[in-house]
């Protein structure tokens, strides 16, 4: 019957460690992906307005990144730039800015899902797209942020290491305090 009970009591103890420690790493894994998803957001919101506030900064932005791509998407016979609905009725009205750049027929369309900013252009002779929209980017530039929250977490997995350990002792004070108490109690 002692032995019974130590077995089930140790069990008991063993379950609860291990839920315990589970439950905590996965609040810690469910608050860092929040995180993430909140850093993403706010850096969207936070790009969005610095567009409002200054969208020739951002035209001249978006002119650049079409200069520095030139060499691959300047391909005969025509070029297709996706636009959100405001960035294609700014450059309808100004397709001189493009044409500097680009030397082949471009052929404007506004998206029908908004997004942000930037362009996709697309080569249609190649089945060929380059996703420049800001979303696009910032999922690109996901892992920086993943590793970032990985220093900053890291702190917390050695937290968590020694809670774990705290409950490894105080799971072995608990047997010990069992094995006294059968002791006393035979």
Excluded: W
Aim: aromatic share 10%; proline share 2%.
């Amino acid at each position: 019957m002692k032995e019974h009970f130590n077995e089930t009591y140790n069990k008991l103890l063993n379950n609860f460690l291990s839920s315990s420690l589970l439950k905590i790493k996965e609040e810690i894994l469910r608050s860092k992906n929040k995180l993430k998803i909140d850093l993403v957001s706010a850096s969207t919101d936070l790009i969005k307005d610095k567009i409002e506030n200054n969208y020739s900064h951002y035209i001249d932005f978006l002119l650049t990144i079409l200069k520095s791509i030139k060499h691959i998407i300047d391909k005969p016979p025509e070029i297709i730039i996706t636009l959100n609905s405001k960035d294609f009725n700014f450059f309808t009205g100004n397709m001189n800015k493009i044409e500097k750049i680009i030397t082949n027929k471009v052929k404007l369309i506004k998206s029908e899902n908004e997004f942000t900013g930037g362009f996709i252009c697309a080569l249609p002779t190649g089945n060929i797209s380059y996703n420049y929209t800001i979303e696009d980017q910032l999922k690109k530039h996901i892992s920086i942020i993943e590793i970032e929250f990985s220093k900053i977490f890291s702190d917390f997995e050695a937290d968590v290491q020694n809670l774990e350990n705290n409950y490894i002792q105080f799971i072995q004070n608990q047997k010990l305090a069992v094995d006294d108490y059968l002791k006393n109690y035979e």
